[in-house]
């Protein structure tokens, strides 16, 4: 069984002030993906390089911002820094790794952020843009015949099932109807498989997202938009998805859960 994690960290120092590291080693992913990573190579290699993990980063231009990066412990034979947007650098992030799978062939990854954007504003133009381009990437390997998981903190809850308050987030960021015509895009036309709902049932929920202030936590008041998205084939593979979901607020190392997929590759 290969394990894929994907996790938005809301900062790679924080997180493992907060326990990440601790999670790390009762988890052991194979293949991390991480979003907000907020740092620098440096930074990022200094938690994670001595443990034996092959890595990939693509830093936000912007300081403190974005950066996405891939952990894998398994060899990378390719690494894809970036989608080439042509939009500004802190809306969204993007990088992809070939792994050289046990036994033989290969598994493409890719850890993905999308910004949140604001209704009525430049930056919900600057989202709209970034997820063309995404769209036009996922086509691309959607139609390349591999194993491809493109994962990450997407900021669009895909359904009503998928944001506990979707009646009052309407006309919100993350639940606009046209935001979410992208992910209907990629898995009616592009055949991608959304698996945290495949294997979550019909919901609502489970979240994947939950704000630090108020009880939003506690009470449940979530949203999903944290993805693991898979090719067909792959898809099938998939034989456990879980939202590593911390027990108690305090707990938590971000506000986001990690999910976390079994392939029997």
Same mark, same amino acid.
């Given at each position: 069984?290969?394990?894929?994690?994907?996790?938005?960290?809301?900062?790679?120092?924080?997180?493992?002030?907060?326990?990440?590291? =601790?999670?790390? =080693?009762?988890?052991?992913?194979?293949?991390?993906?991480?979003?907000?990573?907020?740092?620098?190579? =440096?930074?990022?290699?200094?938690?994670?390089?001595?443990?034996?993990?092959?890595?990939? @980063?693509?830093?936000?231009?912007?300081? +403190?911002? #974005?950066?996405?990066?891939?952990?894998?412990?398994?060899?990378?034979?390719?690494?894809?820094?970036?989608?080439?947007?042509?939009?500004?650098?802190?809306?969204?992030?993007?990088?992809?790794?070939?792994?050289?799978?046990?036994?033989?062939?290969?598994?493409?990854?890719?850890?993905?952020?999308? @910004?949140?954007?604001?209704?009525?504003?430049?930056?919900?133009?600057?989202?709209?843009?970034?997820?063309?381009?995404?769209?036009?990437?996922? #086509?691309?390997?959607?139609?390349?015949?591999? @194993?491809?998981?493109?994962?990450?903190?997407?900021?669009?809850? @895909?359904?009503?099932?998928?944001?506990?308050?979707?009646? +009052?987030?309407?006309?919100?960021?993350?639940?606009?109807?046209?935001?979410?015509?992208?992910?209907?895009?990629?898995?009616?036309?592009?055949?991608?498989?959304?698996?945290?709902?495949?294997?979550? +049932? =019909?919901?609502?929920?489970?979240?994947?997202?939950?704000?630090?202030?108020?009880?939003?936590?506690?009470?449940?008041?979530?949203?999903?938009?944290?993805?693991?998205?898979?090719?067909?084939?792959?898809?099938?593979?998939?034989?456990?998805?879980?939202?590593?979901?911390?027990?108690?607020?305090?707990?938590?190392?971000?506000?986001?859960?990690?999910?976390?997929?079994?392939?029997?590759?």
């Amino acid at each position: 069984m290969l394990t894929v994690a994907s996790v938005n960290v809301n900062g790679i120092r924080a997180a493992f002030k907060r326990g990440m590291g =601790e999670w790390i =080693e009762a988890r052991r992913p194979d293949v991390l993906l991480l979003q907000e990573v907020r740092a620098s190579d =440096e930074i990022l290699g200094d938690h994670l390089a001595a443990d034996g993990w092959h890595l990939a @980063h693509e830093v936000s231009e912007a300081k +403190g911002r #974005a950066g996405v990066a891939i952990a894998s412990r398994l060899p990378m034979s390719a690494v894809r820094i970036g989608i080439g947007t042509g939009v500004a650098s802190d809306t969204g992030r993007w990088v992809e790794a070939d792994l050289e799978v046990p036994g033989g062939g290969v598994l493409t990854v890719a850890s993905a952020y999308v @910004h949140s954007g604001q209704a009525g504003t430049p930056k919900m133009d600057e989202k709209y843009a970034f997820l063309d381009v995404v769209t036009k990437r996922l #086509a691309e390997l959607a139609g390349s015949g591999q @194993h491809v998981v493109v994962a990450g903190d997407l900021n669009i809850a @895909h359904r009503e099932v998928d944001i506990k308050n979707w009646r +009052g987030n309407r006309k919100s960021a993350g639940f606009l109807p046209e935001e979410r015509a992208y992910l209907d895009r990629w898995f009616d036309e592009q055949g991608w498989r959304d698996l945290g709902r495949e294997h979550g +049932g =019909e919901g609502p929920g489970p979240y994947t997202w939950w704000s630090w202030r108020g009880q939003a936590f506690d009470n449940d008041s979530g949203w999903r938009i944290d993805y693991q998205l898979a090719t067909p084939a792959l898809a099938d593979l998939a034989r456990t998805v879980e939202i590593d979901r911390a027990a108690t607020y305090d707990a938590r190392f971000s506000d986001h859960a990690p999910v976390v997929v079994g392939y029997d590759l």
